[in-house]
């Protein structure tokens, strides 16, 4: 290999390690943070992570591949690799952004299923009339709310109308009260698991890891459908507190 290729390699290598570095600090922040399981697949969060991510750590250092010269004096040099990691750095800040626009805020039981409401789904207008402690987006892990009864006819009729042109109702601050408050509600409308997997007997061995996981008999739990984005998950409800335990990756439909 010549010189002129390896000192090429050195300084593309270099950029490489810097920009993994970068992306393994982003990748704590996006699954730590914003993304927790389950929602990094509920989400998406995992694929558009992949997307930013991957396009950011290809491009810099293969950029730092074609402009690294040993022609070049080091101060140019440095500012073609300077002038490469600047616009790396605004395409990752856009990317998180986007990250952060589509990150999960709150898991809404919403009548007879769960939603996951992203933070990309709420308008920003009606989070002034959420009560107080709903009126700032959570930047952690997902809370739980609920969706509160229908004040009216005409306020559901409103309701229905606003959910068909895409604003579905767990995503109303407007709407939100204390998950505590829904708990008899939760459990009205769970099913016995045992009927899913009469439904589904696909789904048992997984349904029975994640049982054994929790130390609950299949029996002994309850299940709603989730709805995330662009699919649908099963979450396993404790019959005695209304609170969901885990997310089974099966469409209960």
């Not at 009927?195 to 049982?211: G, S, V």
């Amino acid at each position: 290999m010549s010189p002129s290729n390896i000192f090429r390699l050195r300084w593309s290598g270099t950029h490489l390690l810097i920009s993994l570095l970068l992306a393994a600090a982003v990748a704590a922040l996006v699954f730590l943070v914003w993304f927790p399981s389950p929602f990094r697949e509920l989400s998406g969060g995992f694929k558009l992570f992949l997307i930013i991510v991957a396009v950011d750590v290809v491009l810099g250092p293969c950029a730092t591949l074609v402009v690294a010269n040993q022609s070049k004096s080091r101060r140019e040099l440095r500012t073609d690799v300077a002038l490469i990691g600047l616009i790396q750095l605004l395409a990752l800040g856009y990317g998180l952004w986007t990250l952060a626009q589509a990150r999960p805020v709150y898991m809404a039981f919403e009548i007879d299923r769960f939603r996951v409401v992203h933070a990309v789904d709420v308008d920003p207008g009606l989070l002034a009339q959420a009560p107080e402690q709903w009126r700032d987006l959570p930047l952690g892990r997902p809370q739980l709310v609920a969706v509160r009864p229908f004040r009216s006819a005409e306020e559901r009729a409103d309701a229905t109308f606003a959910a068909l042109s895409g604003v579905n109702l767990g995503a109303r601050p407007d709407f939100w009260m204390p998950y505590a408050d829904a708990v008899a509600a939760v459990k009205a409308e769970a099913k016995p698991l045992s009927e899913l997997l009469q439904r589904k007997p696909d789904a048992r061995p997984a349904a029975e890891a994640m049982a054994q996981k929790l130390g609950r008999p299949v029996d002994g739990l309850l299940y709603l459908p989730v709805a995330g984005r662009n699919l649908f998950w099963t979450a396993l409800i404790d019959p005695a507190t209304g609170m969901p335990l885990e997310y089974l990756p099966v469409d209960p439909y």
